[in-house]
């Protein structure tokens, strides 16, 4: 069975895996900074794992353009979130940050991956994930996080796409990241116009057929609401539905708001074509 090695946990991929949205960000494009205050932070991420979270993706920037954060104030938001889900919960811990040296202090507080949207654009973050013996996402962008890129054009997108990340995960595997480790993500809505995105999501076999695990990352985005007219409240169902479809396609892994929405249509999907549904709260163990 195939697996995901994150710095000493062994998460199964013969099931979808879905990670919860966590943010400690007074901006975010979804939640709005709802869950920034730390008690709330801390009764959401307990929520999530009840729903059946196999894995928390804690963010201290959003993707998005806005006001400066600066080093200093990212690791503030974030180290503490850590240590506390680490402390609080048996739940593989994801960090949605494009700083190595957010990934060095947060590894050292408990989390097991990095989950970075710039491509590895910092040269030493595949450098500490391997000292650490952590995961990482490797995930498409045409330019760098917060800065707009409205008009994005590609000879080939499916194909400047794969390629792309195929050269960060070679890149990721010369600095010594474990094969086991890595996980790829087209990046929606990262450097992509609405049908650029909707042609990824489509194309979800081509990053399949890499071997490496796919994330995928449609929980409402630009791109759901755009295709149906959808204000950011709702595109809960929409949501599912690609997350749903991703997973015909063979993607393993969901980054999701609705944690227990996704979590019962992946799971009713897994058992309609016959996989084994197992107690996903038993599915991350130590070794």
Same mark, same amino acid.
């Given at each position: 069975?195939?697996?995901?090695?994150?710095?000493?946990?062994?998460?199964?991929?013969?099931?979808?895996?879905?990670?919860?949205?966590?943010?400690?960000?007074?901006?975010?494009?979804?939640?709005?900074?709802?869950?920034?205050?730390?008690?709330?932070?801390?009764?959401?991420?307990?929520?999530?794992?009840?729903?059946?979270?196999?894995?928390?993706?804690?963010?201290?920037?959003?993707?998005?353009?806005?006001?400066?954060?600066?080093?200093?104030?990212?690791?503030?938001?974030?180290?503490?979130?850590?240590?506390?889900?680490?402390?609080?919960?048996?739940?593989?811990?994801?960090?949605?940050?494009?700083?190595?040296?957010?990934?060095?202090?947060?590894?050292?507080?408990?989390?097991? %991956? *990095?989950?970075? #949207?710039?491509?590895?654009? @910092?040269?030493?973050? $595949?450098?500490? =994930?391997?000292?650490?013996? !952590?995961?990482?996402?490797?995930?498409?962008?045409?330019?760098?996080?917060?800065?707009?890129?409205?008009?994005?054009?590609?000879?080939?997108?499916?194909?400047?796409?794969?390629?792309?990340?195929?050269?960060?995960?070679?890149?990721?595997?010369?600095?010594?990241?474990?094969?086991?480790?890595?996980?790829?993500?087209?990046?929606?809505?990262?450097?992509?116009?609405?049908?650029?995105?909707?042609?990824?999501?489509?194309?979800?076999?081509?990053?399949?057929?890499?071997?490496?695990?796919?994330?995928?990352?449609?929980?409402?985005?630009?791109?759901?609401?755009?295709?149906?007219?959808?204000?950011?409240?709702?595109?809960?169902?929409?949501?599912?539905?690609?997350?749903?479809?991703?997973?015909? %396609? *063979?993607?393993? #892994?969901?980054?999701?708001? @609705?944690?227990?929405? $996704?979590?019962? =249509?992946?799971?009713?999907? !897994?058992?309609?074509?016959?996989?084994?549904?197992?107690?996903?709260?038993?599915?991350?163990?130590?070794?």
């Amino acid at each position: 069975m195939r697996e995901l090695r994150l710095k000493g946990r062994s998460i199964g991929l013969a099931r979808p895996i879905v990670m919860g949205i966590l943010n400690r960000t007074t901006d975010s494009f979804y939640d709005k900074g709802t869950y920034f205050d730390f008690d709330r932070f801390l009764e959401k991420a307990d929520e999530l794992v009840a729903a059946g979270a196999d894995i928390l993706d804690i963010g201290g920037v959003k993707a998005g353009p806005g006001d400066e954060v600066t080093l200093s104030v990212e690791l503030d938001r974030v180290v503490p979130a850590v240590e506390a889900v680490a402390s609080r919960l048996d739940v593989a811990i994801s960090v949605d940050t494009w700083r190595s040296e957010v990934l060095d202090a947060v590894l050292d507080a408990g989390a097991h %991956l *990095g989950n970075d #949207i710039s491509g590895f654009g @910092d040269p030493d973050y $595949t450098k500490v =994930a391997a000292r650490h013996g !952590a995961g990482v996402v490797a995930t498409h962008i045409r330019l760098k996080p917060r800065v707009p890129d409205p008009n994005p054009v590609y000879d080939d997108l499916v194909a400047n796409v794969r390629d792309f990340l195929l050269q960060r995960v070679d890149r990721a595997l010369r600095d010594g990241v474990d094969p086991r480790s890595v996980i790829v993500d087209a990046g929606f809505d990262l450097g992509k116009t609405t049908a650029q995105s909707l042609l990824l999501l489509n194309s979800t076999k081509s990053l399949v057929d890499t071997g490496y695990p796919v994330l995928i990352s449609a929980s409402n985005k630009g791109f759901i609401g755009e295709t149906l007219g959808l204000d950011i409240t709702e595109r809960r169902l929409a949501s599912i539905a690609a997350a749903s479809f991703a997973m015909m %396609l *063979g993607a393993v #892994i969901f980054r999701v708001h @609705d944690v227990l929405g $996704t979590v019962k =249509a992946l799971d009713t999907i !897994a058992a309609l074509r016959g996989d084994d549904v197992v107690d996903r709260f038993a599915s991350a163990q130590e070794t």
